[in-house]
């Protein structure tokens, strides 16, 4: 009789410790709970139907660029052709409108009456950037404020002339695969150098992340 009492009624749930049910899960229980859980809130979007999500990844502007430069700055004989490696890296800030960058150039510049001299450049770029108007481009517009050196050999002595400026550089970017882009950009900038100045018009071409 008091086994009776204490025996568990046919198809009553048991538990274990915290609460963990012994009798057997019922079928397509397991999909029910997966099915009830909420959707991930990561950064990455759903994949469509093959599995592709690039055209759907979020891009706040690059973060990396390496890239190539030409500019002239005259050496007062016709040459002053100059052609320099670059790379920039870009701040990212909430607002991805605002585009903020440091730039970093070296490469040569071509002297009429001698050989080519270094060129090195630093350059501070801010800026705005429009990320999601006609995505995948990326058009932008920037104040550019330059500062560097040139050196080289005159009458086989070396000689430092620094420089120094600002202008505006108009471009884009297109975006190929997830931060993976291209770009392109001109840009103009008032330099002086040795008590002389110069109107100088840039070429950037660039590819990054």
């Known amino acids: 009789m008091i086994l009776a009492v204490l025996a568990p009624a046919p198809g009553a749930a048991q538990s274990l410790g915290l609460g963990r049910r012994l009798d057997p899960p019922r079928p397509g229980a397991a999909d029910a709970e997966a099915s009830a859980l909420p959707e991930d809130d990561g950064e990455e979007p759903d994949r469509d139907a093959d599995g592709d999500t690039d055209g759907d990844w979020p891009w706040a502007g690059p973060q990396i660029q390496l890239g190539y430069t030409y500019w002239k700055l005259s050496d ?43 060129v090195a450049r630093g350059a501070i770029e801010i800026g705005f950037q429009l990320t999601e108007l006609v995505d995948p481009v990326v058009p932008y517009l920037s104040l550019v404020v330059s500062a560097g050196a040139v050196v080289g050999e005159r009458f086989d002595t070396t000689v430092v002339q620094g420089f120094g400026g600002a202008g505006l550089e108009l471009g884009a970017a297109v975006r190929l695969v997830r931060n993976l882009h291209l770009s392109a950009s001109v840009g103009y900038q008032r330099l002086e150098m040795d008590g002389a100045a110069f109107d100088v018009f840039f070429l950037r071409l660039g590819a990054g992340l």
């Open 76 to 118: 007062g004989y016709g040459g002053g052709d100059t052609h320099a490696a670059s790379v920039e890296v870009f701040l990212q800030w909430p607002l991805s409108e605002l585009r903020t960058g440091l730039i970093g150039e070296l490469g040569g510049r071509g002297y009429s009456l001698g050989g080519d001299d270094l």
